[in-house]
């Protein structure tokens, strides 16, 4: 028997952000103390992987129970502001769009109130086998919106 896509979710408001904190480690910095501006991208990844955590969604057991991943199709990132070393960094996760086989994800990096980038981002989901368009399993869709 397979393990399920679906654990069981934490109580949230999906009108709402998530948020994820995240470090800056010196790794995440160039030659001057500044987040690498690719960085950023990594940031968002892991804030969507918890959010979908946070809604029940592993995407280890989607894969596994369900044959479908998620990867990213198109990004638009925004940079305000740059990240230092050691910063604390509230990185935000918000679901705008939600369609069949794709979702679109507005995210922010805030440090102590202050908007340092912003990026949209849109997550097709695809048969990890073949990596072609297929639809969200119903469950994972449901716990998203």
Request: aromatic share 8%; charged share 20%.
């Amino acid at each position: 028997m397979s393990a399920p896509a679906l654990a069981t979710p934490a109580t949230t408001d999906p009108a709402l952000p998530y948020h994820h904190p995240v470090r800056v480690y010196w790794e995440d910095t160039d030659a001057g103390g500044v987040v690498f501006y690719a960085n950023y991208l990594k940031f968002f990844e892991r804030a969507r992987t918890e959010w979908l955590r946070q809604r029940g969604v592993s995407q280890q057991h989607l894969k596994d129970s369900t044959g479908a991943m998620f990867v990213v199709t198109d990004t638009q990132v925004s940079y305000r502001r740059p990240a230092r070393l050691d910063d604390l960094l509230d990185v935000t996760v918000q679901l705008v769009e939600s369609g069949r086989a794709s979702f679109v994800i507005q995210q922010q990096a805030l440090c102590q109130g202050q908007l340092l980038t912003e990026g949209r981002i849109r997550i097709g989901c695809v048969d990890a086998t073949t990596l072609r368009p297929r639809r969200i399993p119903e469950p994972v869709l449901a716990a998203m919106t």
